[in-house]
């Protein structure tokens, strides 16, 4: 509910899912910018959408965000979660997933990480220029 509250206040479009938003295999990403309905409309340039698992920590429950939206290529993760360890990071990079981290928490990760991280600042600014 804070994520919706902080895109609610960014004006930013987006849908949850639940039981009549869902992707492939009845999957139910937490979010879908800008929706379900530009999601499943093959015309919609998949560049314009983003899916957004939220996760408090990672452990190995990231891997469900993966299969959550198959007309994606990358797909993001947000997180409290700190100091996720490289190897990690890593896998998560090669699957095409992207950690969402507020910036007060970016010091916990080393400096190569960290240049992979989107601060929830930079992830929304994305989806809004996406938006426009």
């Given at each position: 509910?804070?994520?919706?509250?902080?895109f609610d206040r960014r004006g930013?479009?987006?849908?949850?899912?639940?039981?009549?938003?869902?992707?492939?295999?009845?999957?139910?990403?937490?979010?879908?910018?800008?929706?379900?309905?530009?999601?499943?409309?093959?015309?919609?340039?998949?560049?314009?959408?983003?899916?957004?698992?939220?996760?408090?920590?990672?452990?190995?429950?990231?891997?469900?965000?993966?299969?959550?939206?198959?007309?994606?290529?990358?797909?993001?993760?947000?997180?409290?979660?700190?100091?996720?360890?490289?190897?990690?990071?890593?896998?998560?990079?090669?699957?095409?997933?992207?950690?969402?981290?507020?910036?007060?928490?970016?010091?916990?990760?080393?400096a190569r990480q960290r240049a992979?991280?989107?601060?929830?600042?930079?992830?929304?600014?994305?989806?809004?220029?996406?938006?426009?």
């Amino acid at each position: 509910n804070h994520l919706s509250v902080i895109f609610d206040r960014r004006g930013l479009r987006y849908e949850k899912g639940g039981r009549n938003h869902v992707t492939e295999n009845k999957s139910k990403p937490d979010f879908l910018f800008p929706g379900f309905s530009e999601y499943h409309d093959p015309a919609f340039s998949s560049d314009r959408l983003f899916l957004l698992g939220a996760k408090t920590t990672c452990k190995d429950r990231w891997r469900q965000v993966l299969a959550e939206g198959r007309r994606l290529d990358r797909k993001y993760l947000a997180t409290l979660e700190t100091g996720i360890s490289v190897t990690q990071t890593s896998e998560m990079i090669s699957q095409g997933l992207e950690l969402v981290v507020p910036a007060p928490l970016h010091d916990s990760y080393n400096a190569r990480q960290r240049a992979a991280l989107w601060s929830l600042a930079s992830f929304t600014d994305a989806v809004a220029g996406a938006q426009r």
